[in-house]
């Protein structure tokens, strides 16, 4: 059965277009289109669809007010379609705040180089989201942290995600509880992710102390335009600093170096210490940032003395640097897949036997500071 799409946009030109796109895709279905957001929210009640696309400046009711109100009435996964502008960054990074799942740039040619690419992805997108169901916000135990001294300016929302068809994995969901300290002694710490991340990523770092006692490299799927606004709201809401990441960058604990979108991270050891290489790398890359680059880096300049997580996201970048930091002593751990937004990267690390451990989001910080932090 056909995944039932609600496409939302003030332009009738781009209505059709993304439906005419989504329609190709015998997977997916567009039920109906909104020229507003009042409309979507409207629709979304009463015509139930799995996937929302979602423009963000609109007539009446803008996307990021529609997105809350979908997400309190009938939460449902959205996609929203964003300008690759500072502008844009900041509205989409509010709108995965306010409940949306995932985002893309609106104009295709920022999607992929080739047309067939970008028509892809977009639909490839629509049916990971669709794959997923959603319940009304619940209450949720938060894990205990310090409040933090900076000024908050958002709230996570607690809407809950799970699998229409749970996967075997090859590890089972640790609990904080259940997981003891292994005692190693950790150098670097490494998080990937993609799909989910943003969330998920300002989730777990929100808990850090400001004394965390180790550098931290966070490699998320994004363009260009959206890694600086994205490093500055993180290092808004966070005890620790967090920046993007600049060729040359000396590491330094309690800070948490963002990669650049459109570019390749990497780590070298520079006498006890480390120094991030940011290039273009090549053009043929499908990742840029990519996870199994910056990974595969750090096995080489930190050998074991790696903690790395692989977090929410769309297929397996990741897995190969996993494998390499696996196989020189390093610790792995997956996210869990009720707790994913998409199921793909962690799968492909917990599936292959890489990850030690797969970890609820809601976990992830405490089991990292048990695990890295030594008291």
């Not at 279905?29 to 400046?57: C, F, H, R, Y």
């Not at 502008?87 to 080739?114: C, W």
């Not at 794959?131 to 009304?136: E, I, N, T, Y």
Request: hydrophobic letters at 45%.
């Amino acid at each position: 059965m056909a995944i039932k799409v609600l496409v939302v946009d003030d332009s009738s030109f781009f209505r059709r277009r993304v439906s005419e796109i989504v329609n190709q895709d015998p997977e997916l279905e567009v039920i109906a289109t909104a020229s507003n957001g009042a409309e979507a929210v409207k629709m979304a009640a009463e015509l139930n669809p799995q996937v929302i696309t979602m423009d963000i400046e609109m007539p009446v009711m803008d996307g990021i007010t529609a997105v809350r109100e979908i997400m309190a009435k009938c939460p449902t996964p959205i996609l929203m379609f964003s300008s690759l502008t500072h502008d844009g960054a900041k509205a989409t990074l509010d709108a995965l705040d306010a409940g949306a799942l995932d985002f893309l740039p609106k104009r295709f040619e920022d999607i992929a180089t080739n047309k067939d690419d970008a028509i892809l992805l977009l639909q490839q997108r629509v049916k990971a989201l669709g794959r997923r169901r959603m319940f009304r916000p619940i209450a949720r135990p938060v894990v205990a942290s310090t409040p933090s001294m900076r000024p908050t300016s958002s709230v996570l929302g607690t809407t809950s995600i799970a699998s229409h068809t749970p996967a075997t994995a090859s590890v089972r969901t640790s609990t904080a509880a259940s997981i003891r300290a292994s005692g190693k002694q950790y150098k670097l710490l490494l998080i990937g992710t993609s799909t989910g991340g943003p969330v998920a990523l300002q989730k777990i770092l929100t808990q850090f102390p400001a004394n965390y006692p180790h550098p931290i490299l966070l490699i998320q799927h994004m363009p260009a335009a959206f890694t600086p606004a994205f490093a500055s709201r993180l290092n808004g809401l966070c005890k620790i600093e967090v920046k993007e990441a600049a060729n040359g960058d000396l590491l330094k604990p309690g800070c948490a170096y963002l990669a650049p979108g459109g570019m390749q991270m990497m780590v070298e050891r520079t006498g006890g210490s480390g120094r991030l290489k940011v290039i273009a790398g090549s053009a043929d890359m499908n990742y840029k940032p990519c996870v199994d680059i910056t990974f595969a880096s750090a096995s080489k300049a930190f050998s074991g003395d790696v903690l790395a997580v692989v977090l929410t996201g769309m297929g397996a970048d990741g897995r190969e640097g996993a494998r390499m930091l696996k196989a020189v002593g390093a610790t792995i751990w997956a996210q869990d897949e009720a707790s994913c937004v998409v199921y793909g990267m962690p799968q492909a690390v917990a599936s292959a036997g890489i990850a030690t451990q797969s970890i609820a989001l809601d976990n992830m910080a405490e089991c990292i500071l048990k695990e890295s932090v030594r008291v």
